[in-house]
């Protein structure tokens, strides 16, 4: 019953903006830390940014520090990824994460920390 569902990808230039969102259900959504990571071709899945169940705290890969911003609103049980100033190699599958009660920010970047995780949405930058 717990699903994590992603939304919002598709093909932009280089430069351009993409906000990708993630709906979440079945469980208590503001109890979990949500956290957004990727898998470019090829790649190993990577952690790109993630925010506290309160929504006060941030925590970015120094890859994408300054061009994305993660946000959530508890009351649509959603978390946003905004991407802005896209560059190529910021094309991946970008999944988000549930991660419950997670207390300290340095296990945010560890995939092991989540207990969820949603299927993906794809995201394309051109060059």
């Known amino acids: 019953q717990v699903q994590l569902v992603e939304s919002g990808g598709g093909l932009v230039q280089a430069g351009g903006s993409l906000r990708v969102s993630c709906r979440a259900s079945?469980?208590?959504?503001?109890?979990?830390?949500m956290g957004w990571f990727r898998q470019a071709p090829g790649k190993e899945r990577e952690f790109v940014a993630a925010?506290?169940?309160?929504?006060?705290?941030?925590y970015y890969a120094d890859s994408v520090k300054g061009r994305f911003t993660i946000s959530r609103d508890n009351a649509k049980n959603t978390v946003y990824l905004q991407m802005n100033s896209l560059k190529p190699e910021d094309t991946a599958v970008y999944y988000c994460?549930?991660?419950?009660?997670?207390?300290?920010?340095?296990?945010?970047?560890?995939?092991?920390?989540?207990?969820?995780w949603g299927q993906g949405t794809q995201a394309t930058v051109s060059s």
């Open positions: 994460a549930a991660a419950y009660r997670a207390l300290y920010r340095s296990t945010w970047a560890r995939d092991s920390t989540y207990n969820y």
């Open positions: 079945g469980f208590i959504f503001s109890n979990y830390v």
């Open positions: 925010l506290s169940g309160t929504g006060d705290t941030t």
